[in-house]
């Protein structure tokens, strides 16, 4: 079945829905493209009920399912942008009991992702860079945790948005028995001018490690120092096993846009493999104080490309040739290529790697599998007038005339790495340009921004390619087995379930958002059902 929310208003927002629903005993309950919550039939897919209208990005990467207990109602939990909000699972309805004034709703520091529930209180990380911990049942504060690099609150003479930069955008993960929230935060402000913000950039680019009993940071594990290349940490911690010299140790893992998979010690943040740390190139913009050194992480082995060589130009015909190798000519390039004025600066990353999607983990076997992006950027930072040391930046795909990106292909692919050993099993294309195939050209993979779930079976479900597919693949060769088109591209990844004794892949279908800007990308309201055959 395929189910319709009805409600995107095109006028207002070109959201897509990023958030994996949540489904209990065959009920779906997720977001709409209109900014409604809904709950829906999972076996007919006919909506049960809907709730009153939220923004239009509410529940933007997650939302949570609460049993009850014999006091209490089951109830829904998800954030509203500055807002927590409960909703009685059963009818849509706001629990006024819940937050102030008989509201429903409690006001929090703006945050995107689910909350998560640790004893008796809710956990929320927000972009006031703090863990923000509630009452379950009546939403009254418990405790706040900070993790802001207070020696940059304050630069060039201004005080620091707080919702600007070193966010937790992409996910939060507990270990409930430790009493462990583990954040995966984003770069500081802005993208590419560090000028008023020296030093490392503490808890920006990093995995943080916070102890809720003590209510302090445990640890803190930082991929990039000084980040101006927007190289943030998009997407939730990963909480599992690897076995090494014959011992099973609990770790954390971190897929990153740099390619990097972080694999981190639980309790004491300790890489589980030797890091490898290279000089980096000076800044010669005026006022930029770039690290010295930066990771250069062998293993685990990195899923996607992270710096723009000569060796990687590609193009189709010679019209573009002449103009994209005059462009790499004149800008900068490599290994942490630093911004100049009046000149360019081509790197990957930008949308990853590892986007916020993140990966999915095969527990068992202690492989990792995820979707990355290989696509070459251009940035430029532009001086502002008569102002000492402050910068404007743009940035934009690097892209020949006909629209494919200027680096060697694959430009989208779907790996499988080893955790135990770091080493890549297989690596594929994902997507593809069928116009490109019939002229002979290998598949070549595309931008994408969906994600990949991976079963017990054998089987991984992956989507948000721009060829609008929801592809299935062997996880134990990465070869394809089935693909089917959807109305929109998939935007979140497959969510599996069982109803009525029968099991369901759904995928949210409602375009892309971030890939719209750079591609003729429709957007819609669809989710999507199939059924697995008995």
């Known amino acids: 079945w395929i189910y319709n929310s009805n409600d995107r208003n095109e006028n207002r927002s070109n959201l897509d829905v990023q958030c994996n629903p949540v489904i209990f005993n065959g009920i779906i309950y997720t977001p709409t493209a209109g900014g409604y919550i809904v709950s829906i039939d999972g076996y007919t897919g006919n909506e049960i009920w809907r709730s009153k209208k939220f923004k239009d990005d509410v529940a933007r990467r997650g939302i949570l399912y609460w049993e009850g207990n014999?006091?209490?109602?089951?109830?829904?939990?998800?954030?509203?942008?500055?807002?927590?909000?409960?909703?009685?699972?059963?009818?849509?309805?706001?629990?006024?009991?819940?937050?102030?004034?008989?509201?429903?709703?409690?006001?929090?520091?703006?945050s995107t992702v689910a909350p998560l529930i640790y004893k008796d209180v809710l956990i929320i990380a927000t972009w006031n860079k703090t863990i923000e911990a509630y009452d379950l049942i009546n939403g009254k504060i418990k405790y706040k945790i900070s993790f802001e690099d207070n020696k940059n609150k304050r630069y060039g003479g201004k005080k620091y948005n707080a919702r600007k930069g070193s966010n937790p955008w992409g996910g939060i993960s507990m270990d409930v028995d430790r009493g462990i929230a583990y954040i995966a935060t984003g770069n500081p402000h802005s993208y590419f001018d560090g000028t008023r913000r020296p030093g490392k950039n503490d808890y920006s680019n990093s995995v943080i490690a916070i102890d809720l009993a003590n209510k302090k940071i445990l640890w803190?594990?930082?991929?990039?120092?000084?980040?101006?290349?927007?190289?943030?940490?998009?997407?939730?911690?990963?909480?599992?096993?690897?076995?090494?010299?014959?011992?099973?140790?609990?770790?954390?893992?971190?897929?990153?846009?740099?390619?990097?998979?972080?694999?981190?010690?639980?309790?004491?943040?300790?890489?589980?493999?030797?890091?490898?740390?290279?000089?980096?190139?000076?800044?010669?913009?005026?006022?930029?104080?770039?690290?010295?050194?930066?990771?250069?992480?062998?293993?685990?082995?990195?899923?996607?490309?992270?710096?723009?060589?000569?060796?990687?130009?590609?193009?189709?015909?010679?019209?573009?040739?002449?103009?994209?190798?005059?462009?790499?000519?004149?800008?900068?390039?490599?290994?942490?290529?630093?911004?100049?004025?009046?000149?360019?600066?081509?790197?990957?990353?930008?949308?990853?790697?590892?986007?916020?999607?993140?990966?999915?983990?095969?527990?068992?076997?202690?492989?990792?599998?995820?979707?990355?992006?290989?696509?070459?950027?251009?940035?430029?930072?532009?001086?502002?007038?008569?102002?000492?040391?402050?910068?404007?930046?743009?940035?934009?795909?690097?892209?020949?005339?006909?629209?494919?990106?200027?680096?060697?292909?694959?430009?989208?692919?779907?790996?499988?790495?080893?955790?135990?050993?770091?080493?890549?099993?297989?690596?594929?294309?994902?997507?593809?340009?069928?116009?490109?195939?019939?002229?002979?050209?290998?598949?070549?993979?595309?931008?994408?921004?969906?994600?990949?779930?991976a079963t017990s079976s054998g089987l991984i479900f992956a989507t948000g390619t721009l060829d609008k597919m929801i592809y299935v693949y062997d996880s134990s060769s990465g070869n394809e087995l089935w693909k089917k088109e959807l109305p929109f591209i998939g935007s979140a990844p497959p969510s599996i379930y069982s109803a009525n004794g029968e099991q369901f892949i759904i995928v949210q279908s409602t375009g892309s958002h971030s890939l719209r800007s750079g591609y003729q990308v429709k957007m819609g309201d669809a989710l999507v059902a199939f059924k697995l055959k008995k």
């Not at 943030?232 to 609990?250: E, F, G, M, Q, R």
């Not at 998979?261 to 740390?277: A, H, K, M, N, P």
């Not at 099993?425 to 994408?448: A, V």
């Open 70 to 110: 014999k006091f209490n109602e089951p109830r829904i939990y998800f954030s509203n942008n500055s807002q927590l909000v409960d909703l009685n699972s059963k009818n849509g309805k706001v629990i006024k009991s819940f937050g102030v004034k008989n509201s429903g709703f409690i006001k929090t520091g703006y």
């Open 220 to 453: 803190s594990f930082q991929e990039t120092s000084h980040d101006i290349w927007n190289s943030d940490l998009p997407a939730p911690p990963i909480l599992t096993s690897i076995k090494k010299d014959n011992k099973k140790i609990d770790v954390v893992a971190v897929v990153t846009k740099r390619g990097n998979t972080l694999i981190l010690d639980r309790v004491t943040g300790e890489s589980l493999f030797d890091l490898t740390y290279k000089k980096a190139p000076i800044s010669l913009l005026p006022g930029e104080k770039t690290s010295p050194y930066q990771l250069d992480l062998k293993i685990p082995e990195p899923f996607s490309k992270n710096q723009f060589l000569e060796k990687d130009i590609f193009y189709l015909n010679d019209e573009s040739k002449l103009e994209i190798e005059e462009i790499v000519k004149n800008s900068n390039h490599g290994f942490f290529a630093t911004h100049e004025l009046n000149k360019k600066t081509i790197q990957y990353n930008f949308h990853g790697g590892a986007e916020w999607m993140g990966a999915s983990v095969d527990d068992d076997n202690q492989v990792l599998f995820v979707t990355a992006n290989n696509i070459p950027w251009i940035a430029e930072v532009i001086a502002e007038p008569n102002k000492n040391y402050e910068y404007n930046s743009t940035f934009k795909r690097f892209l020949d005339k006909q629209g494919y990106p200027a680096s060697k292909p694959p430009w989208g692919t779907l790996s499988a790495l080893n955790l135990n050993n770091g080493k890549l099993i297989w690596q594929i294309p994902f997507g593809s340009y069928s116009d490109l195939e019939k002229r002979g050209i290998p598949k070549t993979g595309t931008e994408n921004f969906g994600g990949a779930t």
